[in-house]
């Protein structure tokens, strides 16, 4: 008669039964604790973020995920009686054949560049003229810094009043002999909103670059003034190729700032005249809160979004904003 292979003979001469299973367990048991023990790591440390995952879902991805989904149908809340249709792409069909699209999308890239060419150079060069420690520097700083702390809508607000036919700024071009502007129409609106975002947001740059200035061992600038180097030869060599992390920052905020560009817009122009100032936040409350188009609405912001993602993606790509290898 064969012997039980799961009865197994003890050093004392009796005998016990263990499975297969628990022999393979002890046999592999170094490598089995190891994965417990990072298995009651991984448990640990989920139990922490818990509460920030719980928080990220609850704003963030469920949001997405539901605006994805309406984006995705036909929902008009001033056709509730059709009800809710799925239609797939037919949103983004209509509104890539939509003129009023590429028009908000015209102006919001023309905001974009033209309030980077403006707010970069301003703020680059009122960080440098402070970074000398000119006298009542500080009462100056403070002063610079005074337009980023009012609300967007308030300022824009306030620059409507003066943009009037018969405002200040009409009048001080007037003194000047050149001429008031009718500041209502398309091109006239969109110079105004560029010179309201940038009279409030060049603080920003500002404040990010004098921060840049302020890492830079004065070493680095002295050394080259001895070796001959002028003002704009030490900020080309030296300052700038230092202050390229910076600039990629306000780049970086700034371009998804000013794509998703909303309040100045909406309260200098109202997209007036004919929608032909129209930025794309506006094009998605339009479409949203005017003709209550849901999914359509829904299916712009998506757009929107990925248009801002490519932007800084393509800012990240740039060759001269990389960082050279070490």
Not at 69 to 79: F, G, I, P, Q, V
Request: proline share 5%.
């Amino acid at each position: 008669m064969l012997a039980d292979p799961k009865v197994l003979i003890t050093s004392s001469g009796t005998t016990g039964r263990r499975t297969l299973g628990q022999a393979e367990w002890h046999s592999g048991s170094p490598r089995l604790h190891k994965l417990r023990d990072k298995l009651r790591a991984c448990s640990a440390g989920l139990l922490y973020v818990a509460p920030a995952l719980a928080f990220l879902c609850a704003t963030f991805v469920y949001p997405l995920a539901y605006n994805t989904w309406l984006s995705l149908h036909s929902y008009n809340l001033a056709e509730l009686y059709r009800g809710t249709r799925f239609i797939g792409f037919g949103n983004y069909v209509d509104i890539l054949q939509d003129p009023y699209f590429w028009n908000g999308f015209r102006n919001s890239v023309f905001l974009t560049l033209a309030c980077l060419a403006l707010e970069l150079p301003i703020g680059m060069g009122l960080s440098l003229i402070l970074e000398q420690r000119l006298r009542g520097h500080s009462i100056f700083r403070f002063v610079f810094i005074l337009p980023l702390l009012l609300i967007p809508s308030v300022t824009a607000y306030m620059w409507r009043f003066m943009f009037q036919y018969d405002g200040i700024v009409n009048y001080l071009l007037e003194s000047a002999h050149i001429g008031a502007i009718n500041w209502s129409t398309t091109t006239a609106g969109l110079i105004s909103v560029v010179i309201t975002v940038v009279w409030q947001n060049a603080p920003f740059s500002f404040i990010i670059f004098l921060a840049g200035l302020q890492t830079i061992d004065p070493d680095l600038w002295a050394a080259a003034k001895v070796d001959g180097a002028g003002p704009i030869r030490r900020f080309r060599h030296v300052t700038l190729p230092l202050m390229r992390p910076f600039i990629l920052v306000v780049l970086v905020i700034r371009s998804m700032d000013l794509l998703r560009l909303f309040d100045e817009g909406f309260v200098l122009t109202g997209g007036a005249p004919a929608r032909e100032t129209e930025t794309l936040s506006q094009l998605v409350y339009t479409d949203t809160f005017t003709f209550f188009n849901i999914g359509r609405g829904s299916a712009l912001a998506i757009l929107e979004g990925l248009i801002v993602a490519g932007s800084v993606l393509l800012i990240f790509m740039a060759p001269g904003l990389r960082r050279r290898g070490r």
